[in-house]
């Protein structure tokens, strides 16, 4: 499986980013999909999860401003980042547990992480 993230960037506060987060992969069913955060000198936490069926869980620092979605027909989730804060500068990863399909038709859960994208929001 691979995950493939983009829409980082550089803006001002207030501001808005969308980022993306695209699973690939054969024989796989995507499940529980998620955004982490690591900021310089912190510890990586989560931002945001959805589960396949749509339930959604929010770090209280983001509750209000960002908004998790997936299309589960692209395997793609979205985090819609709206009155961006200095705060929320960080790099930002996503992340997926799904079942791989292995060859003698057994299921092995699987967790695989996006590369990081930079978000630097500017006072």
């Known amino acids: 499986v691979q995950l493939q993230a983009s829409g980082g960037g550089f803006v001002h506060s207030g501001e808005s980013l969308r980022l993306s987060c695209a699973a690939s992969g054969r024989r796989m069913t995507v499940n529980t999909m998620g955004w982490y955060r690591q900021a310089p000198g912190k510890q990586r936490e989560l931002v945001a999860d959805?589960?396949?069926?749509?339930?959604?869980n929010y770090a209280e620092s983001v509750k209000g401003r960002f908004t998790i979605s997936r299309d589960n027909a692209k395997n793609t989730m979205y985090l819609q980042m709206n009155s961006l804060k200095p705060e929320d500068t960080a790099v930002y990863y996503c992340?997926?547990?799904?079942?791989?399909?292995?060859?003698?038709?057994?299921?092995?859960?699987?967790?695989?992480w996006g590369q990081g994208i930079q978000v630097t929001v500017s006072s």
């Open positions: 992340n997926a547990d799904f079942l791989y399909l292995n060859y003698d038709d057994t299921w092995t859960a699987m967790r695989d």
């Open positions: 959805i589960t396949r069926d749509g339930a959604t």
